[in-house]
């Protein structure tokens, strides 16, 4: 039995979908499931029950013995919202209870971190544990990511096996819920369906030219190849990059978009909104040497072929995964 928190939610409910294409149907999926926009993320998987987070952890306490797995990608991921009190809760303190529950029943335990945790990358993006009490988050979703990932290093009791993953920039099928939130490629395939043409934001640094920001963009399928990897081959806990170690501009991604929809469309520029402006990472890009020791040895899918695969087999059908 595999549990699965945040199940209705993009990188879950993708994660469900994969393990039952390799045949993994014994499903706990935990989340608030009252959220009409996310149903058809879940509705066509095979699990054996959905829980709402709020009794998860009275059903554990009961079923505990039946499971060889936790994933914790359950989350407040809003990156812009001012509740500071919401992602103590749900990001930090919520973690800490499932960290908790997975020593007490000798349960291995996969969570998901963030690379917003690094803030503006002055500091770089080496996830080696030695650098992680200095990095400087710009907003509350970051500060609780990075505050649980400073809270496990400190502990002197753990989970038999523990990862706590930083995902980069992922865009992927089952993100049509996250309005604002959702990735570049899926509000670029929107916009250009309907206007023909792309809004970026405009540079505010004296770096970087207008588009010319960049993020290492990482497609869902390997994310969960990621995390299928460290399910099956438990070796080295600790926290852990997952990202293409590529950083790629923002016209990059907008041509690679136009060329999958085989339109010429136009790119047009508008200030950064002023209430993310000061926040705004302008480069994001993985180390992935320790993800490589790890004995992850896969290549990533390129910007061009994930963005292909996006497009044609998902947002034109409107098609989950």
Known sequence: MIVVTGAAGF???YLAGKLNQLGYEDLILVDKFNDPLKISNYISKTYTRL???DD???WLENNHAQVQHIIHLGARTDTIGQEEAIYTQLNLEYSKQIWNSCIRFDLPLIYASSASTYGNGELGFDDRHSLTSRFKP????????HDFDLWALEQKQAPRFWVGLKFFNVFGPNEYHKGRMASVVYQAFQRISET??????????????DGEQARDFIYVEDVAQVILHFMNKQTSSGIYNVGT?????????????????NVKGQITFVDTPADIRNNYQYYTCATTDKLRQAGYDKPFTSLEDAIQEYINSFLKAEFCY
């Open 51 to 53: 829980i709402d987070r």
């Open 11 to 13: 990188i879950g409910s």
């Open 56 to 58: 998860f952890f009275k």
């Open 245 to 261: 170690g590529v950083a790629r501009s923002f016209l990059d991604l907008t041509q690679c978009v136009f060329r999958a929809m």
């Open 196 to 209: 023909g043409e792309m809004t970026l934001f405009r540079s505010h640094h004296p770096d970087y030219a």
């Open 138 to 145: 710009l907003n509350y979703y970051a500060q609780s990511k």
